[in-house]
């Protein structure tokens, strides 16, 4: 089995920061992507960024040079700093591990960008 604990959410004041966590346990291939995705009400999930084993990364238009995407292989964890934080990143963020065709999901955490 395959389990993915996020944490950091929260709520922040527009151009505030916050690093959401997520580490992944159980059955763990060294060849995987893993990823941060959110959801706004009333709109689909969306890649917000992404990063393989490799370090190779991929981030969404509208994140890009806010965010950073990190991860740390020995431990199985995965990172999102978030910079200069928007109102329109208010969302569900949930962490992915994508490995042999398949799809691992956290249960998902709340951040909360107030103007």
């Known amino acids: 089995q395959v389990q993915l604990v996020e944490s950091g959410g929260g709520l922040v004041q527009a151009g505030g920061s916050l690093r959401l966590s997520c580490a992944a346990s159980g059955s763990i291939f060294s060849l995987n992507v893993m990823a941060w995705y959110r959801q706004a009400p009333g709109k689909q999930r969306e890649l917000v960024a992404s990063i393989t084993d490799g370090l190779s990364t991929n981030y969404a238009d509208s994140v890009k040079g806010r965010f950073a995407i990190s991860r740390d292989n020995a431990k199985n964890t995965v990172y999102l700093q978030m910079n200069g934080l928007k109102p329109e990143d208010t969302a569900v963020y949930y962490c992915?591990?994508?490995?042999?065709?398949?799809?691992?999901w956290g249960s998902g955490l709340l951040v909360t960008v107030s103007s």
């Open positions: 992915d591990l994508y490995q042999w065709g398949v799809d691992y």
